[in-house]
């Protein structure tokens, strides 16, 4: 596997373009819970232009019904993003919130600790991220403007393709 950068202006004009409407070669899940994560792998996906085909565990697209949980939900991914240590595609960590750049994420959890929302982080006022997001469709909109009890930052540390190739380590299903 290689490592590469993750190109975060990418991911930052890919929000900026579909923030107040939606791509046609994605579906959209406003009525099946919320766009929010499904938005948000995309925009990554725009700056890390390699997903995961590995059934279940994975992080892909193909359509509505040919992705992964982590494509959609937030909860996955999480866990994909965080626990990808060797496998194609983006990887990340968490981090304090001053360790946000562009491009990276947060996630929005209420007391009991369930996280139900996944904005991208688009920019900066006086050291405060402002974000994009679906379901909800917003840009640059102050990341202290939403109401919630937790908070995840996670900050995309790379992408791993592989070298041979340059593409993802698993097969397209």
């Not at 923030?19 to 890390?48: H, M, V």
């Not at 994009?132 to 995309?156: E, T």
Request: aromatic fraction near 16%; charge should be neutral; charged fraction near 20%.
């Amino acid at each position: 596997m290689e490592t590469r950068k993750y190109d975060r202006l990418a991911a930052v004009l890919y929000a900026r373009k579909w923030a107040f409407s939606r791509n046609p070669q994605y579906y959209s899940f406003n009525n099946l819970g919320g766009d929010c994560t499904n938005f948000a792998s995309q925009c990554i996906f725009a700056g890390a232009g390699v997903m995961n085909y590995t059934p279940v565990f994975g992080w892909y697209y193909v359509d509505a019904n040919n992705r992964t949980a982590s494509w959609t939900g937030v909860e996955y991914l999480y866990n994909f993003l965080t626990g990808n240590s060797d496998g194609a595609g983006p990887f990340a960590s968490e981090v304090e919130l001053c360790g946000l750049k562009l491009g990276d994420i947060v996630q929005l959890g209420n007391a009991a600790g369930d996280f139900y929302h996944t904005p991208v982080v688009v920019g900066f006022s006086r050291g405060q991220p402002l974000v994009a997001a679906h379901s909800y469709d917003v840009y640059n909109r102050p990341l202290f403007s939403y109401k919630f009890d937790r908070l995840r930052c996670l900050h995309i540390e790379g992408v791993r393709i592989c070298a041979d190739t340059g593409i993802d380590n698993g097969d397209k299903i």
